[in-house]
C-alpha cells in the first residue's frame, strides 16, 4: 500500500484553503478493500511539523468518527481524495498523512501501525494580520483571537464550522456566573455536536476571564462543537480542557451574558465570521 500527499501549492495566504490531495495505492498482488482517503480517524489524519523550538512543534489533525466509506482497489490501483483545511496558522510546516491506522489508536498515534505518506513543505504567510472570529450577539459582537499554535486541531475545526455556517442562530445554552459562558451545540441542549470529536490538545494557557476553551465529556479526547468562554479565573480548569484562542473584543457582551443563569437560551451566535485582520 502506497499513500502520497500532494497539496495545489505550497504557499498560502493566511485563511486561504489548503487542498491536500491523497492518493492511495494498492500495491499488492491481491484485490482489497481500502477506506477511501477522507479526514477521520479510520481513513486520513494529518501530521503537521513545525521548527523543533515552537512552542509546539507538532499537531495532529484527526476527526474521531465512525467507519469511512470503503473502495474495491485491484492490484495497481489508486483512490485519491481531497482535504481542504484553512490555513491558520502563519508558520512554515511539513504537513504528512497518517492512513488506515492498525490495533491500538492512540489520538496522537503513539505505537500505532499506520501507512505514512511524503512529507510536504507549506508555508503560510500573514502579512502581519491574524485570524479572528467575529461572534454578533445580542448583548453586543465578540472578537476572538485564535491559537493555532497551541491548539492547531480545534482551531481547524471552529474556523471550518464557522465557515459552513454552523454556528449561526445557536443558543448559548449554559450560563453558570463567575465562571463560563457555553455554546456551540446546534441543538440547545448541551449534547449535541458536529458528528466527530477532537483529540486534546491541552496547555499551559491559563483559564482567566476571556479564554475560549473547549468542552468535553470525561473521555478527554471528546471535544466536538461545544465550547466555553471564562468570565472569571477558572483554574480548576488548567491542563484539563484545551484553550485555543480569546476573546479580544467584547468582553462586556460576554459578561453581560454570563451575569445570570436565567441567560441560558437567551442569548444567540447570530452570525459567525472568519476574517483576517
Do not use: W
Not at 497539496?7 to 484553503?17: F, H, P, R, S, W
Not at 477521520?40 to 523550538?53: G, Q
Not at 481542504?84 to 498515534?109: C, M, N, T, W
Not at 476571556?210 to 479526547?221: E, F, K, N, V, Y
Request: glycine share 10%; with cysteine; net charge negative.
Amino acid at each position: 500500500m502506497a499513500v502520497k500527499l500532494k497539496l495545489d501549492k505550497e504557499t498560502y495566504n493566511l485563511g486561504e484553503t489548503i487542498r491536500a490531495e491523497v492518493t492511495v495505492t494498492n500495491e499488492g498482488a491481491s484485490p482489497g478493500r481500502y477506506p477511501a482517503p477522507e479526514l477521520c480517524l479510520p481513513s486520513v489524519s494529518l501530521h503537521v511539523t513545525r521548527r523543533p523550538d515552537a512552542p509546539t512543534p507538532e499537531s495532529f489533525i484527526v476527526r474521531i468518527t465512525g467507519d469511512s466509506k470503503e473502495v474495491n482497489l485491484k492490484p495497481g490501483e489508486s483512490v485519491s481524495g481531497v482535504i481542504e483545511l484553512p490555513a491558520v496558522d502563519p508558520h512554515g510546516q511539513l504537513i504528512e498523512a497518517f492512513y488506515r491506522p492498525k490495533g491500538s489508536i492512540h489520538p496522537y498515534f503513539e505505537g500505532t501501525e499506520m501507512e505514512v505518506s511524503n512529507r510536504v513543505p507549506v508555508k503560510v504567510h500573514a502579512n502581519g494580520k491574524k485570524l479572528y472570529a467575529r461572534i454578533s450577539t445580542e448583548a453586543g459582537p465578540i472578537k476572538i483571537e485564535f491559537f493555532p499554535d497551541r491548539a492547531m486541531n480545534h482551531v481547524l475545526s471552529f474556523v471550518q464550522l464557522a465557515q459552513r455556517g454552523y454556528f449561526d442562530g445557536i443558543v448559548y445554552h449554559r450560563v453558570v456566573p463567575h465562571f463560563v459562558i457555553q455554546g456551540g451545540d446546534p441543538t440547545g441542549t448541551g449534547s449535541g455536536g458536529p458528528g466527530y470529536k477532537l483529540p486534546a490538545e491541552f496547555n499551559e494557557i491559563e483559564h482567566v476571564p476571556g479564554i475560549l476553551s473547549m468542552a468535553r465529556t470525561s473521555d478527554p479526547h471528546s471535544a466536538g462543537s461545544q465550547y466555553f468562554i471564562c468570565t472569571d479565573d477558572c483554574p480548576n480548569l488548567d491542563n484539563q480542557y484545551t484553550v485555543f484562542g480569546r476573546v479580544v473584543e467584547g468582553l462586556k457582551a460576554v459578561m453581560k451574558i454570563g451575569e445570570s443563569e436565567r441567560n441560558a437560551g437567551k442569548y444567540h451566535m447570530q452570525k459567525v465570521d472568519i476574517v483576517v485582520e
